[in-house]
């Protein structure tokens, strides 16, 4: 008979989630404030549209080559950690062996059961391995991050933040107040549904982002119109 299962996981290994929030907040937030500060100085329609859409995909290539050599580096030092443990393995099973004997009876199991778990676990080559790097490295060599799969989930998500305070302007609404709103709401939106993810509630998680962009759009349109004024 095969074990019930009581609940299930989400996955939290894919390496998108945290491109793909943090890219979406980046891009509504950084977006607004560049188009609310060129709005300030009195800009044209035309102005605010091409300064939004240049913001939109210098920031996305941004984002995505940021996270993918990041992601990258991150992965190749980790596999270089795994090789280094591969060797030790070849070299020195023994000392492995008991390297993880003193891992189980440090968790409480009895010094000569540890060692025979220990020792039936590291039959297997690939198997003590990924046992090990899960115990010394706090990863497992099958559930690496992909850079490809970041550097594409943030360059998605934040093209389409970013899109987000542009689009009235594109759409032939020249109005500020509603790029803002807009812009505003994404961010609620984008707080709320992280939220699912996370132990905060969605109102306070969308809520903080609010407030956190409409900060930024005041800062910066403050400091348009400042700006504006003294050039002018």
Not at 5 to 22: E, I, Q, Y
Not at 146 to 154: E, L
Not at 172 to 177: D, E, K, S, Y
């Amino acid at each position: 008979m095969s074990a019930e299962a009581h609940h299930s996981h989400r996955d939290v290994t894919g390496g998108w989630l945290r491109p793909s929030v943090f890219g979406a907040m980046d891009g509504l937030v950084s977006n607004l404030g560049l188009i609310t500060g060129v709005a300030g100085s009195s800009a044209s329609s035309h102005t605010i549209v091409v300064a939004g859409m240049a913001g939109l995909m210098a920031g996305a290539f941004s984002m995505a080559a940021g996270e993918y050599t990041s992601v990258a580096s991150q992965r190749e030092l980790v596999l270089a950690e795994i090789e280094v443990e591969r060797r030790e393995l070849a070299r020195h099973p023994a000392d492995e062996l008991e390297e993880l004997t003193a891992v189980y009876v440090g968790r409480g199991v009895e010094p000569e059961l540890a060692r025979e778990v220990a020792r039936q676990l590291s039959a297997d080559p690939e198997q003590a391995l990924e046992i090990h790097t899960r115990e010394e490295l706090g990863v497992a060599p099958g559930d690496l991050p992909s850079p490809t799969v970041a550097a594409v989930s943030s360059f998605g998500s934040f093209a389409v933040g970013a899109l987000l305070p542009v689009l009235p302007y594109l759409v032939g609404v020249g109005t500020l107040w509603i790029a803002v709103t807009l812009a505003l709401l994404g961010l609620f939106l984008c707080g709320a549904v992280v939220s699912r993810v996370t132990a905060r509630s969605w109102w306070y998680s969308g809520l903080r982002q609010l407030l956190l962009g409409a900060a930024a759009a005041g800062i910066t349109y403050a400091l348009g119109s400042l700006f504006g004024t003294s050039l002018g």
